[in-house]
């Protein structure tokens, strides 16, 4: 079975830093993208960037650009998404999941979610 | 950048069918891809390639993609289709690449 599990739920100060994580399963990790979404309380999905965990190919929304970063670990068939210094404005669920490639696809599967709250 | 509108919402009685738009510039030009998403859980993938259905996914959900709008229909309406609803392209034209529209909440009465 195709599989993304993500991290636990995270709670943190403004300020801080974090890495979250998706783990893939039961697929060959490095011939498939990963992407990043965001969906903010209440809120649509936005999508924030895609890595090829092969050759760590990555893109991002211009949106997001300069305020995560995208990276993979291929040993270990894992991908992340990291902030340096996180803003109560990134307090959202985040969500990764698999593409086929980068252009007219699709996103399946979907991880279960990674929440994130920011506060002081 | 580009733009997909969806409406707010969508309201249905059981047995029924229900049609949720995505209009955008030209969409009938590009591949469409539809997301079910139920309170408290991720996204699922419903349709792809404007029409084509994930194994697993009813033949009630199907699909369609012309001119300036693509039409996710649901026939035969069960409680359990309540839902947020996602259309979603690639833009090859822009930076923003993979764009979400605004999402339609279905309401089964």
């Known amino acids: 079975e195709v599989q993304l599990v993500q991290s636990g739920a995270e709670v943190k100060k403004p300020g801080e830093s974090l890495k979250i994580s998706c783990k893939g399963s039961?697929?060959?990790?490095?011939?498939?993208?990963i992407g990043w979404v965001r969906q903010m309380p209440g809120k649509g999905l936005e999508w924030m960037g895609i890595?090829?965990?092969?050759?760590?190919?990555?893109r991002y929304s211009p949106s997001f650009q300069g305020q995560v970063t995208i990276s993979a670990d291929k040993s270990i068939s894992t991908a992340y998404l990291q902030w340096s210094s996180l803003k109560a404005s990134d307090t959202a669920m985040y969500y990764c999941?698999?593409?086929?490639?980068?252009?007219?696809?699709?996103?399946?599967?979907w991880g279960q979610g990674t929440l994130v709250t920011v506060s002081s | 950048s580009y733009v997909l509108t969806q409406p707010p919402s969508v309201s249905v009685a059981p047995g029924k069918t229900a049609r949720i738009t995505c209009g955008g510039n030209?969409?009938?030009?590009?591949?469409v891809h539809w997301y079910q998403q139920k309170p408290g859980q991720a996204p699922v993938l419903v349709i792809y390639?404007?029409?084509d259905r994930p194994s697993g996914i009813p033949e009630r959900f199907s699909g369609s993609n012309s001119g300036n709008t693509a039409t996710l229909t649901i026939s035969r309406v069960e409680a359990g289709d309540e839902a947020d609803y996602y259309c979603?392209?690639?833009?090859?034209?822009?930076?923003?690449?993979?764009?979400f529209g605004t999402g339609t909440k279905v309401t089964v009465l």
């Open positions: 999941a698999r593409g086929l490639a980068l252009g007219e696809n699709w996103f399946d599967p």
């Open positions: 039961g697929y060959s990790f490095t011939s498939y993208w």
């Open positions: 890595i090829y965990p092969g050759d760590s190919d990555t």
């Open positions: 030209n969409i009938g030009s590009k591949s």
């Open positions: 390639y404007d029409s």
């Open positions: 979603q392209v690639w833009d090859s034209s822009s930076d923003h690449n993979y764009v």
